[in-house]
C-alpha cells in the first residue's frame, strides 16, 4: 500500500505497508451489483479497502487473477464481483469495460423511441 501527497508541486509516494500474492486468500467486493469502490482483501486479517472507482477496483482485481494464473496458479476466491466484467474472454470485454452499459443504455433509448412513437386509440 502506498500513501500518495503532494509538496508545492513535487509529488511523493511512501510505501505504507507490503503484501504477498502467495498470502491473499480472497478478494471480496462487497456488492457485485452495485457501483461501489470498496472491497475486502483476505489475508491473515482483512484488510479494507478503497478504491479509486469502481472501474480500478474491477482491474485490481482483474491484474491479481492474471499474476495468480501466470505465476502461483493456487486456488484463489474473488468474490461479489461480476463476472461479466472480471473476465478478459467474455463476449463484452472491451478496451475500456464499459460496451455492456452503452449497449443496455440504447437498447432502453430504441425502447423508448418504439414507444413514443406507438399510436394509442
Known sequence: ?????????????EI????????LEMIDGKEADTDN???????????NMEAYSCASKYTFARTLNQL???YLKKDFKIVNFDDTYLNDDSIWSSSN?????????CFYAFNLLCLSLCRLT
Open 16 to 23: 505504507v505497508e507490503k503484501w504477498f500474492l502467495k498470502d
Open 37 to 47: 469502490p470498496y472491497f475486502d482483501m483476505h489475508f491473515h486479517k482483512v484488510y
Open 1 to 13: 500500500m502506498v500513501k500518495h501527497w503532494r509538496v508545492d508541486r513535487e509529488e511523493k509516494y
Open 68 to 70: 495468480n494464473a501466470m
Open 97 to 105: 469495460r464499459d460496451f455492456l452499459v452503452v449497449m443496455r443504455v
